[in-house]
Structure formats: C-alpha cells, structure tokens
C-alpha cells in the first residue's frame, strides 16, 4: 500500500535535517519525491520507498489534484 502524495503537501520527517527542521513541503512528484526544507529552504530528492519510510505525519495536505486541474482550465473573470 502505497501513501497518497500530492505536491503542496507539508510533511513531518522522523529524523531532523542538519539545520534543525522537522518540516518539509512536497515540490515534485514522480518516481523520486522533491521535498523542500521549510526551515532551510534546502531541496533535496528521495525515492519514493525511501520518502515513505521516513515520512512520519503530515502537518497538511495540499490540494487533490482533480481540484487543481479544475481551477487552472477555469477561464479567467473580470
């Protein structure tokens, strides 16, 4: 069973970054998972096996990305 990931995620590792930060945010999805460091701004890339060992809970979701879809094809009102 595979975690359902969306970019814009905020997730909480289990062990902390060198700088101090818990926290990190989903930026690329794919085989490999792009986080950025919340407190660094550090970016870094983890397999996806590896991202789901090590992600401990999520501090907030991002938006599903049915939504996102939806709003982007939206023409623009003025």
């Keep these: 069973m595979s975690l359902e990931i969306r970019l814009g995620d905020v997730v909480r590792l ?4 060198p700088c101090g930060g818990y926290e990190w945010t989903v930026v ?11 407190t660094c ?7 996806r096996r ?9 501090v907030h979701r991002g938006e599903p990305a049915s939504a996102a879809v939806t709003l ?3 023409p623009p009102t003025s």
């Excluded at 590896?50 to 401990?56: A, D, L, P, S």
């Design 14 to 17: 289990r062990k902390p970054h």
């Design 28 to 38: 690329r999805l794919g085989a490999d998972i792009g986080l950025h460091c919340t």
């Design 41 to 47: 701004q550090r970016r870094v890339l983890l397999t």
């Design 50 to 58: 590896e991202f789901e060992k090590r992600v401990k809970t999520f």
């Design 72 to 74: 982007a094809s939206q």
